[in-house]
């Protein structure tokens, strides 16, 4: 089992910034994709960005590219959500997930899942 704790979420205004962590345990971590995702309220989870283990390629949602930054640092078994420039439609749990190796972008590509941490936009 792989243990996911998110932190870092928060209130902040239109145009702010938040950096979100998702420490794992129990796992090798650097040898785990590692995801970002999000569910906005009343709708499905989606995804947001992913850090494969494999190559160290990135992806991004194109709702978030340029804005948000994904990165990682395996000696603190830790994935980051770096987001700038936000926006209200970007008010969502934000979860972190992981999966040996490489992962997609779908919610069922992903074995581990933490808890969630809300971040809400204001306007």
């Known amino acids: 089992q792989m243990q996911l704790v998110e932190s870092g979420g928060g209130l902040v205004q239109a145009g702010g910034s938040l950096r979100l962590s998702c420490a794992a345990s129990?796992?090798?971590?650097?040898?785990?994709?590692m995801g970002w995702f999000r569910q906005p309220p009343g709708k499905e989870r989606e995804f947001v960005a992913r850090y494969n283990a494999i190559g160290s390629t990135t992806d991004y949602a194109d709702s978030v590219k340029g804005r948000f930054t994904i990165s990682r640092d395996n000696a603190k078994n830790t994935v980051y959500l770096q987001m700038n420039n936000l926006k209200p439609e970007d008010t969502a749990v934000y979860y972190c997930a992981a999966k040996p190796f490489y992962g997609g972008s779908s919610v069922g590509d992903y074995n581990y899942w933490g808890q969630g941490t809300q971040v809400t936009v204001s306007s």
């Open positions: 129990g796992r090798p971590f650097s040898s785990y994709a």
